[in-house]
């Protein structure tokens, strides 16, 4: 398409405000991730690893299940993430509390210090993102996305109590 100055924004614009709801909110996750993504590459963090980074800074000494369920993801890949942030040194595992089958994961003090390098870079993408909203807007969006969630989380629980079979949103595609 020519550059018309912009016009081909506006135009994705326009088309995107017909867009489905649930299209727009993926296209708009997608965008946030990537633009997280790039700001992480320069320190050398993988977005993965900054999920439960996010997760420990807030409650460090969480058990594999426990950060599993806070990050939304499978046990097999908290685990398989915990590794690989464990040989970098973000984090330790141990056991806790005499259980000896559950390990528990633990900032290191260089996964402790990475907080102050990588959070500013999410309100760096967050304030990109929201760019040209005034604050009332935001907070509307905010509020708006809270209730769209606790909508959706309902309905899958709801469906789960009405026997229907809720799929894992992860794997290999079959029924």
């Known amino acids: 398409m020519v550059d018309n100055g912009g016009s081909e924004q506006l135009d994705r614009g326009a088309q995107n405000a017909e867009e489905r709801l649930a299209r727009l909110i993926r296209l708009a996750a997608r965008a946030f991730n990537r633009s997280l993504q790039i700001r992480l590459s320069t320190e050398g963090v993988l977005f993965g690893h900054w999920i439960f980074l996010r997760i420990l800074w807030r409650e460090d000494g969480l058990s594999q299940r426990e950060l599993s369920?806070?990050?939304?993801?499978?046990?097999?890949?908290?685990?398989?993430?915990?590794?690989?942030?464990?040989?970098?040194?973000?984090?330790?595992?141990?056991?806790?509390?005499?259980?000896?089958?559950?390990?528990?994961?633990?900032?290191?003090?260089?996964?402790?210090?990475?907080?102050?390098?990588?959070e500013p870079l999410a309100i760096e993408a967050n304030q990109i993102a929201t760019q040209g909203l005034n604050p009332d807007e935001v907070q509307t969006l905010r509020r708006a996305l809270v209730t769209i969630i606790g909508n959706l989380e309902r309905d899958e629980v709801d469906a789960a109590t009405r026997g229907m079979r809720v799929p894992p949103t992860r794997g290999n595609g079959t029924l």
Not at 84 to 104: F, I, P
Request: aromatic share 4%.
């Open 69 to 118: 369920e806070r990050a939304h993801l499978t046990e097999p890949t908290t685990h398989s993430t915990l590794s690989r942030m464990e040989e970098l040194g973000y984090v330790t595992r141990r056991n806790v509390e005499g259980n000896k089958r559950r390990q528990h994961a633990f900032l290191t003090p260089q996964g402790l210090a990475l907080r102050d390098k990588l």
